[in-house]
T-cell receptor, first 114, second 113 residues
Framework: AQSVTQLGSHVSVSEGALVLLRCNYS??????LFWYVQYPNQGLQLLLK??????LVKGINGFEAEFKKSETSFHLTKPSAHMSDAAEYFC????????????FGAGTRLFVKA | DTAVSQTPKYLVTQMGNDKSIKCEQN?????MYWYKQDSKKFLKIMFS???????INETVPNRFSPKSPDKAHLNLHINSLELGDSAVYFC????????????FGQGTRLTVV
């Protein structure tokens, strides 16, 4: 069975500091992994995804994530936080085709302090 | 052009009423979904639907029903609304393949009073 665990429901960083949002997954098949961002009063939008190939994936707004099979992790990072990065971030794993194919984590709220 | 659009954005209604939320996607996707997001931001899948198959999360009360007039539309109808139905409801769509992401609407904030 597939599942996603996001460590930390809230993360607070100072502007300009490193952002690290943690995601661990379990999957009985090779995982396809996603990070989504939700800004206040908006729907989710894709930040980046890992399917196959290079394990370091770059996304929009300077975010990147590294797939580490040995650690079953897909942590999201950004070298320097900006105030506009304040949002809810969701890690997700795709478990197949059709049906309820995407399993979302519980989300991590990122706060950015001036 | 908005890829996934849902209306209304806000909906305030009294307990016991019946209401519908409309969703349309112009991405040509085969699969559409409804999610419920509670006050703690947890996303719960409610339905998955394509031309051939409706999958219902068994925890969803049968007061909730999806209705799809065509491939580009998946509306959500709710009967006998209860206070606990207050939440943000998101429509989404995706392609069939495992590596395709979901595209979400802006959400409908439902408040039952």
């Amino acid at each position: 069975a597939q599942s996603v665990t996001q460590l930390g429901s809230h993360v607070s960083v100072s502007e300009g500091a490193l952002v690290l949002l943690r995601c661990n997954y379990s999957s009985s098949v090779p995982p396809y992994l996603f990070w989504y961002v939700q800004y206040p009063n908006q729907g989710l939008q894709l930040l980046l995804k890992y399917t196959t190939g290079a394990t370091l994936v770059k996304g929009i707004n300077g975010f990147e994530a590294e797939f580490k099979k040995s650690e079953t992790s897909f942590h999201l990072t950004k070298p320097s936080a900006h105030m506009s990065d304040a949002a809810e971030y969701f890690c997700a794993v795709s478990r197949g085709t059709g049906g309820f194919k995407t399993i979302f984590g519980a989300g991590t709220r990122l706060f950015v302090k001036a | 052009d908005t890829a996934v659009s849902q209306t209304p954005k806000y909906l305030v209604t009294q307990m016991g009423n019946d209401k519908s939320i409309k969703c349309e996607q112009n991405l040509g996707h085969d699969t559409m979904y409804w999610y419920k997001q509670d006050s703690k931001k947890f996303l719960k899948i409610m339905f998955s639907y394509n031309n051939k198959e409706l999958i219902i999360n068994e925890t969803v009360p049968n007061r909730f029903s999806p209705k799809s007039p065509d491939k580009a539309h998946l509306n959500l109808h709710i009967n006998s609304l209860e206070l606990g139905d207050s939440a943000v409801y998101f429509c989404a769509s995706s392609g069939q393949d495992r590596d395709t992401e979901a595209f979400f609407g802006q959400g409908t904030r439902l408040t039952v009073v």
